[in-house]
């Protein structure tokens, strides 16, 4: 068992370019969160899965984002028409839950800096 | 939603000093983690402690869920404990996701 694994660990673009994340989980893990960190802040949610389906996306996602987990293995977050204020840190994190016990397990992150 | 307070907000110590961390929640939890984000950004898992104590070398949490507040103890200090601590919750009843603190900031010097 590698971890969970987050490609690219850096990204630069420019406004107006779309971007995408790979996220590969621990491999027996139902559950796939993302979630954005700036700077001095603890992350925030983003999104999640349970095997290949999209239970709940927060409002910080705009349509400009959007994420998959085909076939319930691992996820792509994209983000079309980037904008200086995507600028952040990109974390997945995957977890087994078991009722209401769970561990998230995080990845290195992708930083994303928007120019 | 909830809300998760952390404090201090900064801490530094000299090795070997012990240290205790606190983090406040505005409603009943059915998750509470503690996590240590490294230098390079990796967060690592500390404890899954939604009540009750546990302990794990050098570090030993405890949670008062009937008083909404977590406790994160370390012991002994050492300079690779630097990095930020966060506390994070999902909220009883609630959205199945993790709310995150500011975080403390822990600096252990030589």
């Known amino acids: 068992d590698t971890g969970v694994s987050q490609d690219p660990r850096h990204k630069i673009t420019k406004r107006g370019q779309n971007v995408t994340f790979r996220c590969d989980p621990i491999s027996e893990h139902n559950r796939l969160y993302w979630y954005r960190q700036t700077l001095g802040q603890g992350p925030e949610f983003l999104t999640y899965f349970q095997n290949e389906a999209q239970l709940e996306k927060s409002r910080l996602l705009s349509d400009r984002f959007s994420a998959e987990r085909p076939k319930g293995s691992f996820s792509t977050l994209e983000i079309q028409r980037t904008e200086q204020g995507d600028s952040a840190m990109y974390l997945c994190?995957?977890?087994?839950?078991?009722?209401?016990?769970?561990?998230?397990?995080f990845g290195p992150g992708t930083r994303l800096l928007v120019l | 939603g909830i809300q998760v307070e952390q404090s201090p907000p900064d801490l530094i110590l000299q090795e070997g000093a012990n240290s205790t961390l606190r983090c406040n929640f505005s409603d009943s939890v059915n998750n509470l983690q503690w996590f240590h984000q490294n230098p390079w950004g990796q967060l690592i898992n500390l404890f899954y402690?939604?009540?009750g104590t546990k302990q794990n070398g050098r570090l030993s949490a405890t949670t008062v869920a009937t008083e909404r507040y977590s406790l994160l103890y370390i012991s002994s200090s050492q300079t690779t404990d630097s990095g930020v601590y966060f506390c994070a919750v999902e909220q009883q009843g609630g959205s199945e996701k993790l709310v995150f603190g500011k975080g403390t900031k822990l600096t252990v010097n030589p």
């Open positions: 402690i939604p009540s």
């Open positions: 994190a995957s977890s087994s839950r078991a009722g209401l016990e769970e561990t998230q397990y």
